[in-house]
T-cell receptor, first 117, second 109 residues
Framework: GAVVSQHPSWVICKSGTSVKIECRSL??????MFWYRQFPKQSLMLMAT?????????EQGVEKDKFLINHASLTLSTLTVTSAHPEDSSFYIC?????????????FGPGTRLTVL | GQNIDQPTEMTATEGAIVQINCTYQ??????LFWYQQHAGEAPTFLSY??LDGLEEKGRFSSFLSRSKGYSYLLLKELQMKDSASYLC??????????WGAGTKLIIKP
């Protein structure tokens, strides 16, 4: 099956710093990438959808200036959490699909656990 | 509003069968996914149903009734490694995934 990687797997940072998370599709071209956040014992919450070469579409309530998404190529998308605060501590998961919407099977990355001190 | 309901937690015995139910209310419907998620890991795809009926895939089967807004995931011959959360997600008319909160399945020897 398709493989999606995320880097880093976990990160601890101080409040006020920025953290960049990379999501790569290793063996297929991902037209669409999705970024999710998951708090403990809760379901996935879609943050944004990004299509290669265009601006990301953010879900309601997600600050686009705080969570910067770049999808510069068909195999790489990045999420930058700017000026991170303790409430941003969460499990961030990306997924990639070869189609232009969620209809196509999404392949998930292993996730990045962010802890903001 | 759009909503997915599934039990929070279930317990079953190794070797037994368990059925995890999911009901959904979405604006339009384009199919239902089941994902497995082990603690601290990302979800992995199990099944996709868009037509009514049962689809079997090894030890796992998934059922859909569109008229009832209902699906279930059936796990047979349970193994300890099946202990995980099982996420139900429905695809609405805009092809957006609406996620359930997940069912934590605990397998006991």
């Amino acid at each position: 099956g398709a493989v999606v990687s995320q880097h880093p797997s976990w990160v601890i940072c101080k409040s006020g710093t920025s953290v960049k998370i990379e999501c790569r599709s290793l063996d297929f071209q991902a037209t669409t990438m999705f970024w999710y956040r998951q708090f403990p014992k809760q379901s996935l919450m879609l943050m944004a959808t990004s299509n290669e070469g265009s601006k990301a579409t953010y879900e309601q309530g997600v600050e686009k200036d705080k969570f910067l998404i770049n999808h510069a190529s068909l195999t790489l998308s990045t999420l930058t959490v700017t000026s991170a605060h303790p409430e941003d501590s969460s499990f961030y998961i990306c997924s990639a699909a070869s189609g232009t919407n969620s209809y196509n099977e999404q392949f998930f990355g292993p996730g990045t656990r962010l802890t903001v001190l | 509003g759009q909503n997915i309901d599934q039990p929070t937690e279930m317990t079953a015995t190794e070797g037994a069968i368990v059925q995890i139910n999911c009901t959904y209310q979405t604006s339009g419907f384009n199919g239902l996914f089941w994902y497995q998620q082990h603690a601290g890991e990302a979800p992995t795809f199990l099944s996709y149903n868009v037509l009514d009926g049962l689809e079997e895939k090894g030890r796992f089967s998934s059922f859909l009734s569109r008229s009832k807004g209902y699906s279930y995931l059936l796990l047979k011959e349970l193994q300890m490694k099946d202990s995980a959360s099982y996420l139900c997600a429905a695809l609405d008319s805009n092809y957006q995934l609406i996620w359930g909160a997940g069912t934590k399945l605990i397998i006991k020897p």
